[in-house]
């Protein structure tokens, strides 16, 4: 307990502390899912079946409902930490501000993909999609992808929203133009796979959203420290 | 920047800046705005009186006189200089430079709306249609979109060194984003390709048309430039409350 622990240490800390305090309350986790499910419900009777097939529909419904459900738990991670100001705890304590925000990050990936697996089955029974083992997985490996970059820029922007006048009111305005070509990559790769097309198109997609996480994760870490010092 | 009055502490020094202040205010313009008003006004009577029209498009095709050095304006001089600007000022941490990022945002701000009016009052006669998922489209309006938010998040801070901070950072994760934008919408493009794929792909230019352009591009330039001044003094007194702001923000 001396030496002050490493950055992925005290990221995991963080990320801990922050479950533990969801999983003991799990009040934004059941208001992110319920959500989740109200909103596959409202799209589900705004939608004319003879219109447009559900197919077509499902994938839009669902990156629509990912992206609002994150924001409702990104908003969550800072505004947390400014009770009895805990943010400052946080700031003092003898880890890198990186840590600080990697751990906060971690949290809340596990809590978007916990939503996910809520909006996801929800959407795929609501929308009648016939999902085999291959596309699942493929729509796994999408809504991981497509998190992590979301999640990234979302908790930096959480961060900077919660410090300002407008505070949650904020965050959507940063944050959405960030989350387009995330969630237009994961629509259109979802798209085609529950399509059944053959994944190289899907693939090409899913580049695109490797390519973003490979970007923002690295730029928003290296941001954090930028917005908190005095 | 002629700094008429210092502050050397007492309530008559802050009312003598104040005046010198508001004197700034009366006259934040000078010369370069009303030649570039001027240069402006002539552009608009070439491109009107003076520069053919074109055979295929109609009269319509004059707006990309002033559509694309909007556009130009906006993305390699406004934005590349807050880029730059917010850049340099995580580094450097002079308030010069946070305000010539907000300034340079404000103006592009301005020109960006421009193309994005032109833009469709264009494409419905050529087009055929106001608005499409063509990939500079959609960037540039996602573009501004963010340029709103960055001016939103400016208005929301109220620290200076804060709202600097958090404005530079927001400025070069838009920096890097556009590219995404692009790319996602142009791939999205080719995999569904549109009925219209009408580009305006750059013709060689009759001299005339091409003298129009070239006129255009140098007036909508020396119009950022007087903006940009204009507004530059208006943020400087804004930010220090002086005639000479820097003074005041080193002290503090």
């Not at chain 2, 620290?159 to 984003?177: E, K, M, N, T």
Request: hydrophobic content about 60%; glycine content about 6%.
């Amino acid at each position: 307990m001396s030496e002050p622990p490493g950055v992925i240490a005290a990221a995991w800390a963080i990320a801990r502390k922050d479950l533990t305090v969801e999983l003991r309350t799990r009040a934004a986790f059941l208001s992110a899912a319920v959500f989740s499910v109200l909103a596959a419900a409202i799209f589900l009777y705004t939608w004319d079946p003879t219109a447009v097939a559900s197919i077509d529909l499902a994938p839009g419904v669902l990156w629509v409902i990912f992206t609002f459900a994150g924001l409702l738990g990104l908003n969550r991670s800072f505004s947390a930490e400014l009770a009895d100001r805990a943010i400052d705890g946080l700031l003092i304590a003898p880890v890198r501000r990186e840590a600080v925000f990697l751990g906060k990050a971690f949290a809340n990936l596990i809590f978007v993909l916990g939503v996910q697996v809520v909006a996801i089955p929800t959407v795929v029974l609501f929308y009648n999609l016939s999902l085999g083992w291959g596309a699942s997985a493929a729509i796994a490996g999408i809504t991981v992808l497509a998190s992590v970059g979301l999640v990234a820029v979302g908790t930096l922007f959480s961060a900077m929203a919660v410090n300002t006048r407008l505070a949650e009111l904020l965050l959507p305005v940063l944050a959405l133009p960030f989350f387009v070509p995330v969630v237009t990559a994961a629509a259109q790769a979802t798209v085609l796979v529950i399509n059944g097309r053959p994944l190289s198109g899907a693939v090409d997609w899913m580049r695109v959203l490797v390519a973003f996480d490979l970007v923002f994760v690295p730029a928003c870490t290296m941001a954090y420290p930028f917005t908190i010092e005095s | 920047m002629g700094a008429t009055a210092r502050p050397d502490g007492g309530g008559s020094a802050a009312s003598v800046t104040r005046d010198a202040a508001l004197a700034q205010l009366d006259r934040p313009y000078g010369a370069v705005f009303w030649v570039a008003i001027a240069a402006v006004i002539a552009t608009l009577v070439r491109i009107a009186y003076f520069t053919p029209i074109e055979a295929s498009q109609g009269p319509a095709q004059k707006i990309f006189y002033i559509h694309v050095p909007a556009a130009v304006t906006a993305l390699y001089l406004a934005f590349a200089l807050m880029a730059v600007a917010s850049v340099l000022y995580l580094w450097l941490r002079d308030p010069k430079l946070d305000r010539v990022a907000a300034t340079s945002a404000e103006v592009g701000l301005a020109f960006t709306t421009v193309v994005l009016v032109t833009g469709p009052l264009w494409a419905k006669p050529v087009w055929g249609t106001w608005w499409s998922g063509d990939a500079r489209l959609t960037s540039t309006l996602f573009l501004w979109l963010i340029i709103l938010g960055y001016l939103i998040l400016r208005q929301a801070v109220e620290d200076r060194a804060q709202r600097a901070r958090y404005s530079a950072v927001l400025a070069i994760l838009a920096g890097l984003l556009i590219p995404f934008i692009h790319l996602s919408v142009y791939l999205f493009r080719t995999l569904h390709p549109q009925p219209i794929v009408l580009k305006p792909s750059a013709p060689s230019l009759p001299p005339e048309m091409l003298a129009t352009l070239l006129m255009s591009f140098a007036s909508f330039a020396l119009l950022f430039v007087a903006l940009l001044r204009a507004r530059y003094r208006l943020a400087t007194i804004a930010d220090g409350g002086l005639a000479d702001g820097t003074a005041s923000e080193r002290d503090g």
